[in-house]
C-alpha cells in the first residue's frame, strides 16, 4: 500500500532554532497535510498544500509541496517550547481517499 | 464548543471483556473514521464511515466492530479485547473523506485504553 516516509523521527533542539522535517512518498499526491499533536491531545491541522511547488506559511511554519508531487517539507523558525509535540504528514491516500499519515517527527525544544 | 466528543478518555480492560468506545460531532460531518495511535507507528485507520448506514474497512479491521445509524455518532466496538489492543484511539470527521480545500481532518482528544 501507500506509505509516506517521514524523517527525522525525533529532534531535540534549542529554543531559538529553526527545525526541517520532510516526508516522502513513491506515490504522487494532490494534496499533502501536515498535522501538529500536543501530548495527550488529537492531531490538529497546520498547513494545507493543494498544487505542486506551492509555499504555505502560517506564522513562524512554512510547508512546501515538492514539485514531484511526492514529497513535503515542513520548516518551524525560531522554535519556542511550545513547539513540542509530534508533527504528521498527510495525504489522502486510502480506497476512498481517507488520509494516511506518516510515522511523525517528535519535537523536543530546550529552553 | 463544536467538535469531535470522544468518551472514555481511559480505559483498562481485561483480555477477553469487551467494550465500546464513543464519538460524537456536532459539525453535521457525513465522513467518521477510527484510528489507532501506536509509537512509532503513526496513525493507522481502523474503520470508517461516509454517511449513516454506510460502513467500511480500513487498513487494521480485525478485532472491531463499527456502526453508523445517525450523522452524529460512530462508536467502535471491541468484542473480545487483547492485549495487541492496547493503543490510543483517535476518531476523525470531515465533510468527505478527502479534505476538501481549506479543511482536514476533526479529530477528538482520543481513548487511551490499556488490555490487561
Known amino acids: 500500500g501507500q506509505q509516506l516516509n517521514q524523517s527525522p523521527q525525533s529532534m531535540f533542539i534549542q529554543e531559538g532554532e529553526d527545525v526541517s522535517m520532510n516526508c516522502t512518498s513513491s506515490?504522487?499526491?494532490?494534496?499533502w497535510l501536515w498535522y501538529k499533536q500536543d501530548p495527550g491531545e488529537g492531531p490538529v491541522l497546520l498547513i494545507a498544500?493543494?498544487?505542486?511547488?506551492e509555499l504555505t506559511s502560517n506564522g513562524r511554519l512554512t510547508a512546501q509541496f515538492g514539485i514531484t508531487r511526492k514529497d513535503s517539507f515542513l520548516n518551524i523558525s525560531a522554535s519556542i517550547p511550545s513547539d513540542v509535540g509530534i508533527y504528521f504528514c498527510?495525504?489522502?491516500?486510502?480506497?476512498?481517499?481517507?488520509?494516511?499519515f506518516g510515522k511523525g517527527t517528535k519535537l523536543s525544544v530546550k529552553p | 464548543n463544536a467538535g469531535v466528543t470522544q468518551t472514555p478518555k481511559f480505559q483498562v480492560l481485561k483480555t477477553g471483556q469487551s467494550m465500546t468506545l464513543q464519538c460524537a460531532q456536532d459539525?453535521?460531518?457525513?465522513?467518521m473514521s477510527w484510528y489507532r495511535q501506536d509509537p512509532g507507528m503513526g496513525l493507522r485507520l481502523i474503520h470508517y464511515?461516509?454517511?449513516?448506514?454506510?460502513?467500511d474497512q480500513g487498513e487494521v479491521p480485525n478485532g472491531y466492530n463499527v456502526s453508523r445509524s445517525t450523522t452524529e455518532d460512530f462508536p467502535l466496538r471491541l468484542l473480545s479485547a487483547a492485549p495487541s489492543q492496547t493503543s490510543v484511539y483517535f476518531c476523525?470527521?470531515?465533510?468527505?473523506?478527502?479534505?476538501?480545500?481549506?479543511?482536514?481532518?476533526?479529530f477528538g482528544s482520543g481513548t487511551r485504553l490499556t488490555v490487561v
Open positions: 476523525a470527521s470531515s465533510y468527505s473523506p478527502y479534505p476538501p480545500i481549506g479543511y482536514g481532518y476533526t
Open positions: 506515490s504522487i499526491f494532490n494534496t
Open positions: 498544500l493543494y498544487k505542486a511547488g
Open positions: 464511515s461516509v454517511g449513516a448506514g454506510i460502513t
Open positions: 459539525m453535521n460531518h457525513e465522513y
Open positions: 498527510a495525504a489522502p491516500g486510502g480506497s476512498q481517499g481517507n488520509l494516511i
